[in-house]
């Protein structure tokens, strides 16, 4: 199994990356590539699914690459978006992605002493089988979804919280995630939930 890590925040070096490799290779082995380097006819034969990662960049503000939006809408392989990448595939789906007011920043549920955005699973589909309706996760955005006519757009929510409406999603008909918060700093509910996606969604597809 081999998947593309598409790396969205653009600076080289840049150990952002490091803790979705770290968290991926336990499952697969894996590609790094930049959002500015996919192109619309990029080729992803070798590869059984795709993670887009976060970014400091803003959607709202055009902060993206319209090669990459356009890959985006012809992708068939299963794709785990995180934060930026979890707003970039609803944007491809014809979704709007807003600028918030505030920046959102929950700390790490890794350190006990820390106490995360609390997300309510509405839906548990694939990726949150064995998690409580609650979970605790780490955060850090200002940008989020939309949550207006979601269903227009073939978007089905499966999670939310107090912060944003829209936490987690999955196309109806392809096998599109995406999660707003970081699973990739969400201690032991992020390892389940990637764990939930490579064995539930990637190898039955």
Same mark, same amino acid.
């Given at each position: ?6 790396n &969205? ?11 979705? &490799?770290?968290l991926i ?10 959002d500015k ?23 709202s503000?055009?902060?993206y ?17 995180? &934060?930026y ?18 920046m959102?920043?929950?700390? &790490? ?7 995360g ?37 073939? #978007? ?15 196309h ?10 970081? #699973? ?7 390892k389940?939930?990637i ?11």
């Open positions: 199994m081999k998947t593309l890590i598409i &969205c925040y653009r600076k080289s070096p840049d150990k952002s990356i490091d803790n979705y &490799c770290k290779g336990n499952f697969s082995l894996y590609d790094v590539v930049y380097d996919i192109k619309e006819d990029f080729k992803i034969d070798k590869y059984n699914a795709i993670i887009i990662s976060g970014s400091k960049s803003f959607i503000k055009g902060e690459f319209k090669d990459f939006l356009e890959f985006l809408k012809n992708i068939k392989i299963p794709v785990l978006g995180i &934060c990448g979890h707003q970039i595939i609803a944007k491809s789906l014809g979704a709007e992605v807003k600028h918030g007011t505030k959102i920043k929950m700390p &790490c549920p890794e350190n006990p002493t820390d106490h955005e609390k997300v309510h699973i509405i839906d548990k589909d694939e990726i949150f089988i064995g998690l409580d309706n609650k979970i605790d996760v780490y955060e850090s955005h200002q940008e989020y979804v939309d949550p207006e006519y979601l269903d227009k757009f073939g #978007i089905k929510l499966l999670a939310s919280s107090k912060s944003y409406p829209v936490e987690a999603f999955k109806i008909k392809r096998p599109l995630y995406g999660v707003q918060f970081h #699973i990739e700093r969400s201690g032991e509910v992020g389940k939930i764990s939930n996606f490579y064995k539930l969604v990637v190898q039955k597809f």
